[in-house]
């Protein structure tokens, strides 16, 4: 399907990092799928959660007071049809276990601004299938293909 020019997409997306910065970044890797909204803490982020919900909510699972994972679980307990993504800047296996029982994907935070647009593109399975002790998650790949790889071998 090919949007009109001028239209705006019609998904919406939340993203909550601390680090407006970073969160500005990854908003902007995703506004060509979603109208995106950014908060900085988590108690913003809730509030808007319930206004706005979004198709996708990116969150990172370090939120000083709480963690994305509370936001995961606030989404879930709403019953919204919110696709999740949990990022942090290590592999923790047990928090990445919890993202992944909670109907989350999880992803390492240099990573995701490239995989942010394979997320919102792809037909993604409902929840995050993959087993983050396998050594590709826990560094860069030295060879073979990732999900990342297909925004290249599709020309973007």
Known sequence: MVRG???RPAARALIVDPDTAFANQLAGRLRPFADVTTC???ARARVQLRALMPQFLVTSLALQEYNG???VYLAGAAGL?????VYHD???VGLAGE????GAFFELQHRLAAALPVYAAANLPPSDRRIVTRPDRRRSP???RRVTDLQFAAGG
């Open 5 to 7: 020019a001028g239209k």
């Open 40 to 42: 900085s803490s988590f």
């Open 69 to 71: 994972l509370h936001l």
């Open 81 to 85: 049809s919110t696709r999740s993504i």
């Open 90 to 92: 290590q592999v923790d």
């Open 99 to 102: 993202v992944q029982a909670a």
């Open 142 to 144: 030295r060879g073979g």
